[in-house]
């Protein structure tokens, strides 16, 4: 073998065979440990665990795989030249104080731009600025304050994961060492005076002493090295002050022994290390017994439209898309997969995924990313891989499209650890210090009970099982709201404001007149090819009945959101929309809906859509009357008023000739006022009142509205059911009072008995992790009572 530069260190190595994208990856002067590992054709060296004494340049060395632009490519979920998301598995996320630490790490780089925690897959999704930040130095700074990902690069996929058995060994030390030091304290217990007993007296308390060691420096390790970290980076979590009881218990143990005064604590020691991570291993299973996130997520409707080998579309349900299917997207359309451009001019926003309005030109040829919305009339493309739905809605998440919605129950949680943990840590010394005065025998006791017994876990869960599974059960019913915030809010609305076209009528009932000039085979064809690219409600309606023309590609499409759109191909222009927008001023007054065309600037008629409303309105309206404003916000003439007017109950306010501008300012004025308004539109004319509302709620009828600007999506199937979902909205607030309520009380009355010396440290370790199992069961199962009224 013969020397080689190492492209881990620069340093010579002597270990040729280590061959890494042609160039040598480790060596001995390295002194780490590595793993060979396979994907697809390549093979990768990972370095496994950092030398003793590792210097910081050797932790970061540890992720030198992560510079192999091949590799990141693969766990990337999108990439741009300016900006990278990607989702890690993290295994240490336990409680609320980690959701908190990692869903403020923009606070520790100011390059990271936003990361989102999901509590149940323990994932942290973060997107950050790829100019002066990379993925190899978010992970080590993950690492660096005690979160370090779990990386699967056999597979690139964060949903398959090795199973990590650390929690399972630490727990069988614990109880092992736990059972043993209890045997050998059984004649301190009972203070017996055999003389054999006595005369090995110290031999026993030494031997209880060993069997703690592993306790302290192995099993509750994940403690004190979260603490530490923690502490490092100014953050103080909730494992502060279970790693200073653990301390506290060993060296006042170890000095009793050392000293001959006594036979210590390490009973309770041990014990306390023990329950913990029992309570930790139950925990973990009750809450992947009960993952609701993974759940209502396969449930989510977003259609899309499939071009089969015969040209034919049909509409199919994103989860239905496979690899190498030719799709259709329509302009403001959401692309669901990543794909390859075929026909038409792409501008793709891609806002929707890293926040940034800038939009970005693609040729046939060119990649396209999932989340990226085509803002240039249709094109087509083919599918690379197949859609997955938790990746959809991590988008529909994203915090950039809900930085104006009040969100204080999350607010709540993310403070709730720290100010908790700075008010336990007073009350323990400020308690211990009282019985040091009067009793010291207590005064460990009572320092490390106070420390267990008042864990703000299950106050800290509460909301988010309660949430959780309200998302799932609203899912299941077909209404799917975007995060658990939106339940708070549409518990708290008092004015609810509807669209009339798409909303509360129904558009595949709807009734299609023309009234004008014959328009020519060729005019036909534009006029169908101009509608296919357009996501409206009215539009898609009269692209069905045009279902026998011909399409040809359009050379140019404008759509202007609220009046009409322009278009054209070869020498022939377009124009449909409103009378005025195609310039026909000689419009008499109609008493339905009309769509007016006009090609080559010569006016030739209008369709005429005769509305039928859905089923179960006028029941839903005087329901909705009793607690509610409601107002009725249309684009559209008022002709449908005298209808509306009998059909709705007296008093609902009904305004038409309503501008997207005009629907805002209305929504705004009366937020100004301190209403809680809840707009319920179609997702794209009513794109701005979705978003200036407290809650927007979009109606799906088997099509792609999903929209940022929306905070819920409901079939149109279950829009007569509004009201239940509201109702049980407000249910669930009162059931995350409720939990809190008791668990004020239990910390009530844990630390009552905590403070006054009446309550073990092992005793102690038992309620807390049963204290946060109960909560969880208590919500799971009253949000499950409600979820049965929807049915």
């Known amino acids: 073998m013969g020397h080689k530069t190492c492209y881990h260190c620069g340093l010579d190595s002597t270990t040729s065979d280590i061959i890494y994208d042609n160039k040598p990856f480790c060596c001995n002067g390295c002194k780490t440990v590595y793993e060979i590992f396979s994907v697809n054709d390549l093979t990768c060296y990972y370095d496994l665990q950092n030398a003793p004494g590792a210097t910081p340049k050797e932790i970061e060395g540890k992720y030198n795989f992560l510079d192999n632009a091949k590799i990141v490519e693969n766990l990337l979920e999108f990439n741009d030249e300016k900006t990278q998301i990607v989702t890690l598995y993290i295994p240490h996320i336990h409680c609320s104080s980690c959701i908190w630490v990692l869903e403020n790490l923009n606070k520790l780089h100011p390059s990271i731009s936003s990361s989102i925690v999901n509590f149940g897959k323990k994932t942290v999704r973060v997107n950050y600025h790829t100019n002066t930040f990379s993925i190899k130095e978010l992970v080590t ?338 209404f799917y709201a975007k995060n658990a915030s939106v339940i708070e809010q549409l518990a708290a609305i008092d004015t609810i404001i509807f669209d009339k076209t798409g909303t509360i009528t129904a558009n595949k009932q709807t009734t299609i007149a023309y009234d004008g000039f014959e328009l020519s085979a060729n005019e036909e064809s534009l006029l169908k090819s101009t509608l296919r690219n357009s996501n409206h409600p009215l539009s898609r309606s009269l692209y069905s009945l045009l279902a026998k023309n011909d399409i040809v590609t359009v050379d140019d499409y404008i759509e202007h959101i609220g009046k009409g759109i322009t278009a054209k191909h070869n020498q022939d222009s377009i124009k449909i929309g409103s009378a005025p927008y195609v310039g026909h001023t000689l419009e008499t007054a109609t008493l339905n809906t009309a769509v007016h065309i006009s090609t080559n600037n010569q006016y030739k008629g209008k369709f005429t859509f005769y509305n039928k409303y859905r089923k179960g309105l006028s029941k839903l309206f005087k329901t909705l009357k009793k607690n509610y404003d409601l107002v009725i916000l249309s684009g559209d003439n008022a002709g449908e008023k005298e209808n509306l007017t009998k059909l709705l109950p007296a008093k609902t306010k009904l305004l038409f000739n309503q501008k997207p501008e005009d629907k805002l300012e209305y929504i705004k004025h009366h937020q100004n006022s301190g209403a809680k308004v809840l707009m319920i539109g179609d997702g794209l004319n009513d794109a701005g009142a979705l978003a200036q509302s407290d809650v927007g709620i979009a109606i799906s009828e088997n099509v792609n509205v999903f929209s940022p600007a929306c905070d819920a999506i409901l079939d149109a199937t279950k829009f007569n059911k509004l009201h239940y979902f509201i109702k049980a909205s407000k249910s669930a607030i009162k059931i995350i009072k409720w939990s809190f309520l008791f668990s004020f009380i239990y910390n009530i009355i844990g630390l009552y008995f905590a403070v006054t010396g009446q309550l073990a440290p092992v005793i102690a370790a038992i309620l807390m992790p049963l204290s946060s199992i109960s909560i969880v069961v208590f919500t799971t199962i009253s949000t499950n009572v409600v979820g049965k009224k929807l049915n």
């Open 141 to 478: 700074l993950l690492s660096s304050i005690g979160y370090e990902p779990f990386i699967s690069l056999d597979d690139y996929s964060v949903g398959k994961k090795n199973v990590n058995r650390s929690l399972i060994y630490k727990l069988g030390v614990a109880g092992f060492a736990f059972g043993n030091i209890m045997f050998l304290s059984f004649p301190e217990y009972f203070e017996s005076t055999e003389f054999w007993l006595e005369q090995y007296k110290q031999l026993f308390r030494w031997l209880m002493f060993s069997f703690s060691l592993p306790v302290v420096f192995y099993c509750s390790q994940d403690y004190f090295i979260s603490a530490y970290k923690g502490l490092k980076s100014k953050l103080l979590n909730i494992d502060v002050p279970i790693a200073l009881g653990v301390t506290v218990l060993f060296l006042r143990s170890t000095a009793e022994i050392v000293l001959d005064i006594g036979t210590g604590f390490f009973d309770s020691l041990a014990g306390l290390v023990f329950f913990l991570l029992l309570g930790k291993f139950f925990q973990q299973k009750t809450y992947n017994f009960l993952s609701f996130e993974r759940d209502y997520k396969s449930y989510f409707p977003i259609g899309i439209t499939k071009i089969d080998a015969n040209k034919k579309e049909t509409s199919i349900q994103v989860y239905d898309i496979k690899k190498g299917d030719r799709l259709l997207i329509r302009n403001e359309e959401l692309i669901p997969v990543d794909c390859i451009l075929i026909n038409g001019k792409a501008k793709i926003d891609y806002s929707f995924v890293t926040g940034e309005s800038e939009t970005v030109s693609k040729q046939s040829g060119d990649k396209l990313f999932a989340g990226g919305k085509q803002l240039n009339g249709s094109i087509e493309i083919d599918v690379l891989k197949t859609v997955e739905q938790s990746y959809l809605t991590q988008l529909w998440s994203n915090d950039i499209f809900n930085k104006n919605k009040e969100d204080s129950f999350t607010n709540l949680t993310n403070a709730i650890s720290k100010k908790f943990t700075i008010a336990i840590l007073s009350i323990a010394f400020l308690a211990t210090g009282f019985w040091l005065l009067h009793d010291s025998t207590k005064a460990l006791n009572v320092f490390t009970a106070v420390l267990i017994i008042a864990c703000p876990c299950a106050i800290a869960l509460a909301a988010p099982f309660t949430f959780g599974n309200m998302l799932r059960i609203f899912g299941k019913q077909k």
